[in-house]
């Protein structure tokens, strides 16, 4: 994975896959909803950046959160989809609590298109087969 760099912090990172043209967001230790609301703004403006249709976003460096879905969350979707999102493979936090937290939230999720993991390769190789659907204007 060839990737630029467009966030690096403690909690996360965020950088390009040029050759795969999309965004992989690597989340780490404790989110509470605060933190996830931030981290989110970053992946909306990092996506407004830097356009394309699918995230590989891995939870599994996650230690813990308590992350809910609000209508911030669903406001956020929304702006991520207008942005152009369409697939998010969403590899799951390896702590049973924090994984209970994250599926609560990925089971209320219309669109974009949804797909969880265990780990970064599964979620890599079916991130790659998803086709971008044609954008309506």
Not at 13 to 31: P, R, S
Not at 35 to 56: T, V, Y
Not at 79 to 99: D, H, K
Request: with cysteine.
């Amino acid at each position: 994975m060839q990737l630029h760099v467009i966030t690096d912090s403690p909690e996360l990172f965020i950088g390009h896959d040029t050759d795969n043209q999309w965004l992989y967001v690597d989340w780490k230790g404790e989110h509470d909803q605060e933190s996830s609301q931030a981290a989110c703004l970053l992946m909306l403006e990092s996506l407004r950046a830097w356009p394309c249709h699918k995230i590989l976003n891995d939870n599994s460096g996650i230690t813990s959160t308590t992350v809910q879905l609000t209508l911030w969350g669903a406001w956020w979707l929304n702006e991520m989809r207008t942005a152009g999102l369409q697939y998010i493979a969403w590899v799951l936090p390896r702590s049973l609590l924090a994984r209970q937290a994250v599926e609560t939230v990925v089971h209320a999720i219309d669109a974009p298109r949804v797909g969880t993991f265990d780990d970064v390769a599964s979620a890599y190789v079916w991130l790659q087969q998803q086709q971008p659907e044609p954008q309506l204007s």
